[in-house]
C-alpha cells in the first residue's frame, strides 16, 4: 500500500465535515433554505458509513467513546428531521439549524480530536482502507 | 420523594438565583454519570423543567422583544434539551445507552448554560430596567415556590 492511500480515511471524513459545516453556516448567515435537501442528504450518508463501517471499529476499543457519538449523532437526526417537517418559512427553522450546527460542531470537535486519533492507533492501513472504501462504496450508492 | 429545595432568599436577583440552577443541575448530572447511578435522574428532569419553564415565561419573553434572533435560538436549545430528557425517560435506566445519552445532554447544556451566563445574562443587565428585572425575578421565584410545593411524583405526572 502507498503512502498516499494512508490517513485516507480520516481526510475523507474531515472533508465531509467541512463541506457540510460549510453549507450549514452559508444557510444561516443567508437564511437561505436552498441547500437544505443537499445537507440532509449528505449528514445522512455520512453518519449512516461513520456508523455501518467505522464507529463498530472504536466499539470493540472504545465501547464508551463510540455510544456517545451514536447519540450525538441521533441528536442530530433528531433535529434534522424536524427541520424537514417544519415550514421553511416558520420562524423556528432558522434558529433550529443554528442548534443543529452547534450539535455537530461539538461532534466533530471530539470525533477530530479524540476519536480519530485514537482510531489511528487502533486501526491497520488495511483497515482504514478497507473502511475508505466502504464509505466510498455506500456514497456513490446513495448521492 | 421530595423536590430539592433552593432556599430563595439567598438571592439578590434573578441572575443568581437561575446561575444557581445551573450549577445545581450540572452538579447533578456530573454525579449521575460519574457514577453511573442513575437514582437522581427524577429530580434532575423536574428541577430542569421548572428552571425552563421560568425562562421561557418570564425572561425569553422580555428579552425576545429586544433580539428575537438570539431568543428563538435559545427557546430552539431549551426544545432540543427536552427531546433528550423525554428519551432517558422512556429509555430503561440499564440499557447501555441511558448514560451516554445523559452524556449528550450535559453536553448540550454545557453549551447553553455557557451562552446564556456569558451572553444572555450581560446583555439582559444592559436591555432590561430595573423594574423589569425585580418583576422577572418575582414571578420565577413565584413559579419555582408553586411547584416545589408539589411532591415530585405529581409534577412528573402532569408533564
Given amino acids: 500500500m502507498g503512502v498516499d492511500s494512508m490517513a485516507r480515511l480520516f481526510d475523507m471524513l474531515k472533508g465531509d465535515h467541512k463541506e457540510v459545516t460549510g453549507l450549514l453556516t452559508q444557510t444561516i448567515e443567508n437564511k437561505d433554505s436552498s441547500q437544505f435537501p443537499q445537507i440532509r442528504k449528505m449528514l445522512e450518508v455520512h453518519m449512516e458509513g461513520e456508523e455501518k463501517y467505522f464507529y463498530p471499529k472504536i466499539m470493540e476499543e472504545d465501547k464508551e467513546t463510540a455510544l456517545e457519538s451514536y447519540e450525538e449523532h441521533h441528536v442530530g437526526k433528531l433535529v434534522l428531521n424536524e427541520l424537514n417537517k417544519t415550514g421553511k418559512d416558520d420562524e423556528a427553522w432558522i434558529p433550529k439549524v443554528e442548534v443543529l450546527k452547534d450539535v455537530l460542531d461539538h461532534h466533530i470537535e471530539e470525533e477530530e480530536s479524540k476519536i480519530f486519533t485514537e482510531a489511528q492507533q487502533i486501526l491497520s492501513n488495511e483497515q482504514e482502507e478497507e473502511i475508505a472504501q466502504q464509505i466510498e462504496e455506500l456514497k456513490s450508492q446513495r448521492m | ?159
Avoid at chain 2, 25 to 34: A, F, N, S
Avoid at chain 2, 110 to 132: G, M
Fill in chain 2, 1 to 159: 420523594m421530595r423536590l430539592g429545595v433552593v432556599n430563595m432568599a439567598e438571592f439578590n436577583n434573578v441572575y443568581d438565583l437561575l446561575k444557581n440552577d445551573h450549577n445545581m443541575v450540572k452538579g447533578l448530572i456530573k454525579d449521575t454519570i460519574d457514577k453511573r447511578d442513575t437514582k437522581n435522574f427524577d429530580e434532575i428532569k423536574v428541577q430542569l423543567e421548572i428552571h425552563m419553564m421560568g425562562e421561557e415565561k418570564y425572561l425569553y419573553p422580555a428579552l425576545r422583544e429586544k433580539d428575537k434572533a438570539k431568543m428563538d435560538k435559545s427557546y430552539q436549545e431549551h426544545h432540543v434539551g427536552k427531546l433528550v430528557l423525554h428519551e432517558l425517560k422512556k429509555t430503561d435506566k440499564d440499557n447501555e445507552r441511558w448514560i451516554p445519552k445523559m452524556k449528550v445532554l450535559n453536553d448540550i447544556l454545557d453549551h447553553h448554560i455557557d451562552e446564556e451566563e456569558n451572553q444572555i445574562f450581560p446583555k439582559a443587565r444592559d436591555l432590561l430596567d430595573k423594574d423589569q428585572e425585580q418583576d422577572i425575578f418575582k414571578k420565577i421565584k413565584r413559579s419555582k415556590s408553586l411547584m416545589e410545593k408539589q411532591p415530585m411524583k405529581k409534577i412528573l405526572e402532569v408533564r
